[in-house]
Nanobody, 126 residues
Framework: HVELVESGGGSVQAGQSLRLSCQAS?????MGWFRQAPGKQREGVSF????????YYSDAVKDRFSISRDNAGTTVYLQMDNLQPGDTATYIC??????????????????????WGQGTRVTVSA
């Protein structure tokens, strides 16, 4: 069992920045973020293989968001710059149960998630 604890959400105005953190209770192969806005489907945002640093960004956030990890490999960070109202959502940290991360050939497979965090709310006002 892996516990994921997120922090860093909040309310900002458009153009501002936030940094989310997710700490795992034990080392995992991959960690990252999904988000879910009210009335919308959950979507993949950004993921990273902890050892290699290979990462994925959705088209909606690439060039604005950046994922990184700490030296211990148990915490990932999501730096979110130039936030827009469309980024408003609950951001949920995730880790796989296997060694395979959530994307292959730019397609996100949410069914590969083994562990979910509790989510942290991000609200961006115009």
């Amino acid at each position: 069992h892996v516990e994921l604890v997120e922090s860093g959400g909040g309310s900002v105005q458009a153009g501002q920045s936030l940094r989310l953190s997710c700490q795992a209770s034990k080392p995992v192969t991959c960690m990252g973020w999904f988000r879910q806005a009210p009335g919308k489907q959950r979507e993949g945002v950004s993921f990273m293989y902890i050892e290699s640093g290979q990462s994925y960004y959705s088209d909606a956030v690439k060039d604005r968001f950046s994922i990184s990890r700490d030296n211990a490999g148990t915490t990932v960070y999501l730096q979110m710059d130039n936030l827009q109202p469309g980024d408003t959502a609950t951001y949920i940290c995730a880790a796989p149960r296997t060694r395979v991360c959530f994307w292959r050939q730019s397609i996100v497979y949410a069914e590969d998630v083994g562990w979910w965090g509790q989510g942290t709310r991000v609200t961006v006002s115009a």
